[in-house]
């Protein structure tokens, strides 16, 4: 009866619906297919995000702030809505089914902003702003892509590290590094090839290599459905957590100790220590099990981590508008070649492309040589988070100095070289990848089983977070300012605005958040 209960409540099953067999479905190879997926879609998400700025100023005739806050709401929507694909995989649908429908979406909306680009008649003239129904045709292609895009974020590292061997973590750890090896190969695909195809052959070109490329990810993704092995969901994972904090606000008032004694009866006591007043939920309620309590609990335990990693993000949202700003008028001739702006973060790409590899090969060495099986503490999730905030805080502190030097230099009619830009380029991007990172293996190996895709997407909703409180403390910063003398950010001329102190702001603010991380990653 045990088995048959947990093969119906989230065990692992093949296409048939029938108990997977190790030997034929799941492992490495299967894993293996989701990486070159990944590799495939996140140029197609990066290559479109990074550019659409250019797409809307010059070819939807769209004012510059306009254009950003367009981008930063379709990067912050796509990010955010990973919980709701998150929430739709571990409920309704199998990881695979979920890729499928988002991606077929994600597609669709690619396809309708292909057609606009290509067909003048559904472009504005020239010095005109777009119509509504010419408004409605790239709202409606550019939110498709947003929700389509989230979902694939939410299912496809759940998908796949549920194909390999649980017991054995130093193998869902490497999973997660060269999953964000295929990430990061994706973004250097969109920050060299496709930008040069953006600026050299036009938007018509990058679209239709967009659509080629996202169709052979879908292709190659449904190509593996016979090797997969599959988690039926779980049903609603909202709906038990509420069930339990309901249960336990009726019985606040019930002895704790009567409540502890179930939990050590019919639980798992994962996290006994934490939200203790929730075990009395399972006081005269024989709907709320103890099970539900222990991952309602282990949910919460959560989301102080991923609270802490929002601020980071804050900084991250900034090489996507004002660090991009100040690229466009500083001097990015090399020989006879203009480097574009956004190509800067191929610096930290080829960084941390070197580097999976290498720890892979270092960590399997020291293990063999020193007969360790399991897996080592040097780089845990929670640490390689820790470095990555660290390194935020450093980054914003470069970004001032810079900035501070480009703008005195500036105003001495002295135009500085866009490779000062590198330096935080370089220290932004490792910390993107160290935190994300961490976060992705973190969130899925800590969360609660039938909860694994929506506390993935945690990862991803922190960037979302991240964007939106960006845009507050721009706004924020720019109404206290202007109440002592002069806005910091205002204006078209980055040469009369205090971008630099913005800057230092995002330090101070990120050495805070990097001390409340730390206390919470302690108490962990």
Known sequence: MANEMSFEYGELEDWRGEKADPRKHGGVRASSIVCVVEVLENMVFLSNATNFVAYFLKSMHYPAAESANMVTNFMGT???????????????????????????????????????????????AINSK???????????????????????????????????????????????????????????????????????????????????????????????????????????????????????????????????????????????????????????????????????KTFLGLLPIFASTIMMNCCLAQL??????????????LNNFKIPTQSLSVFPLMVMLAFIPLYEYSVRLFRIKNNLPGRLNMFQPLRRIGLGLALASGSMAVAAIVEAKRRVEANNNVTLSVFWLGWQYLLLGLSDILTLGGMLEFFYSEAPD???????????????????????????SNSVSGHFGKVWIGGNDLNHARLDLFYTLLCILNLLNLLNYIFWARRY
């Open 320 to 333: 996507m508008t004002f660090s991009v700003e100040q690229g466009n008028i500083m001097n990015r001739s």
């Open 78 to 124: 796509s990010f955010l809505l990973t919980l709701l694909g998150g929430f739709i995989s571990d409920s309704f649908f199998t990881r695979f089914k979920t890729f499928i429908i988002f991606c077929t979406l994600e597609l669709l909306g690619l396809i309708l902003l292909t057609v606009q680009a290509q067909d003048s008649q559904l472009q504005p």
């Open 450 to 476: 039938k909860m694994r895709s929506m506390s993935t997407a945690l990862s991803w909703c922190s960037t979302s977070m991240g964007y939106f409180i960006s845009s507050v403390l721009v706004t924020v």
């Open 130 to 296: 777009p119509s509504k129904s010419q408004e409605a045709i790239l709202y409606t292609g550019l939110y498709a892509m947003a929700a389509g895009a989230s979902g694939v974020k939410a299912a496809l590292p759940a998908h796949g590290a549920d194909q390999l061997d649980h017991s054995k973590q130093r193998l869902i750890s490497a999973f997660f590094n060269w999953y964000f090896f295929s990430l990061c190969f994706g973004g250097l695909i969109a920050s060299t090839v496709m930008i040069w195809i953006e600026e050299n052959l036009g938007w018509n070109w990058s679209f239709k290599i967009s659509v080629v490329a996202l169709s052979v990810a879908l292709f190659i993704f449904s190509m593996g459905f016979p090797i997969y092995r599959y988690k039926r969901p779980g049903g609603s994972p909202l709906t038990r957590i509420y069930k339990v904090l309901a249960s336990a606000i009726r019985n606040r008032k019930a002895s704790l100790s009567e409540a502890e004694n179930r939990i050590e009866i019919f639980g798992e006591k994962r996290n006994h220590d934490k939200f203790r007043s929730l075990n009395k939920a399972l006081i005269g309620d024989s709907n709320v099990t103890a099970t539900e309590v222990e991952e309602t």
